[in-house]
């Protein structure tokens, strides 16, 4: 009985106490809908490559830089970047794949780090295409890593060969860029 | 007092961090085009052979050497090598492509020579030699010699002379 009435004098308590405005209550949500954003094509980026392949090219070292690739990373989270082919075509040249192409990472800010691996091999794995690392951004223009696309076309009888019967003859494919968050 | 206790109420603020909207992507594709709009190069690199008959050629055992030739070839494509004389002007009677004749000597970079020694006839006479592709290298080099047999010649009028344009050509051999 005791009890009772301790809990009901409490009660009366509090409850005047708000009403009063000496307690109030502030509830916060923060939803995060996603942590990273990749942007590789912005303007001020190289987005698309295309290359026309001289004579030059046949004579320089293999291999031969094609272009420079660019993304800018905002993140709330740790993450990798990677790339590869996911498309390919090259109809008119013979012993040409995605295994010829190569790619580098020269560049990276904003707490981004770049790896040394280069496969942009249709169907290879992490972290053999892993272009870099990076970490949280927040208050940064997002990192920004930078690097150079290379393709090699070989030598002798196992290097390209060019159906002259089909020129010009095009090489094309789609890199994809990913991030992926590598504490999920 | 309504007022007082929604002030004193509870408020939810939500920081809705949802960024730009259909911006907002994880992967994103580059797409790579590569053009080759010509697989096959070739240079003279002795662009002229001049040569003077005296006794001593006429005298000397038939065909005799007048030069030697040297082409360079970048590829990215199993390639022949053809090379055939064609006659610009001459006063010599009986004076003709197929008075001269060529070899091999030497081939690199993937380069081969033939045996063949042909200036006058379609291939496979007048084949120099075959080559693969030479990405990376400073392109094959063919090089050899080119000689004239003068016992048909018949020269009447001084001073003789037989002009002609030797075009050497690549071909695709899996077009």
Same mark, same amino acid.
């Given at each position: 009985m005791i009890r009772k009435l301790l809990v009901a004098a409490l009660g009366g308590v509090l409850g005047l106490s708000l009403s009063a405005g000496l307690v109030a209550q502030q509830n916060v949500t923060i939803e995060i809908g996603q942590s990273l954003y990749l942007d590789?094509?912005?303007?001020?980026q190289p987005g698309d490559i295309y290359y026309v392949v001289l004579q030059s090219d046949i004579e320089?070292?293999?291999?031969?830089d094609i272009g420079d690739w660019g993304c800018n990373v905002d993140a709330v989270t740790q993450y990798r970047l990677n790339s590869q082919f996911t498309s390919f075509s090259?109809?008119?040249?013979?012993?040409?794949?995605?295994?010829?192409f190569t790619a580098d990472c020269d560049t990276a800010d904003d707490y981004g780090v770049c790896a040394p691996n280069s496969s942009l091999t249709l169907g290879d794995v992490d972290p053999n295409t892993r272009r870099g690392i990076g970490y949280n951004t927040a208050g940064t223009n997002g990192a920004d890593f930078a690097g150079d696309v290379f393709v090699n076309m070989g030598v002798g009888p196992g290097g390209w060969d060019v159906m002259?019967?089909?020129?010009?003859v095009y090489v094309t494919g789609i890199i994809t860029y990913t991030v992926t968050d590598t504490t999920p | 007092m309504k007022k007082r206790a929604k002030a004193a109420g509870a408020m939810a603020l939500v920081i809705a961090l949802l960024g730009w909207g259909s911006l907002a992507q994880t992967s994103q594709n580059v797409r790579v085009t590569l053009v080759i709009p010509q697989p096959l190069f070739i240079a003279a690199v002795i662009p002229s052979i001049t040569a003077e008959i005296t006794l001593r050629e006429v005298e =000397? %055992?038939?065909?005799?050497k007048i030069g030697d030739w040297h082409v360079n070839i970048d590829a990215l494509t199993p390639y022949r090598l053809n090379s055939s004389i064609v006659t610009?002007?001459?006063?010599?009677?009986?004076? =003709? %492509?197929?008075d001269f004749l060529t070899d091999c000597d030497f081939a690199d970079d993937f380069g081969e020579c033939t045996d063949r020694t042909s200036l006058s006839e379609p291939d496979p006479q007048n084949r120099r030699g075959s080559g693969q592709n030479t990405a990376g290298l400073d392109g094959a080099d063919f090089m050899g010699e080119i000689f004239l047999d003068i016992r048909s010649w018949d020269v009447s009028k001084l001073p003789g002379f037989y002009i002609g344009v030797i075009l050497f050509t690549t071909t695709d051999i899996t077009p």
């Open positions: 590789c094509v912005p303007p001020d320089a070292p293999q291999p031969i090259a109809p008119f040249v013979v012993n040409a794949d995605t295994s010829d002259s019967s089909q020129l010009p | =000397g %055992p038939q065909p005799f610009i002007d001459t006063n010599i009677f009986d004076a =003709g %492509p197929e």
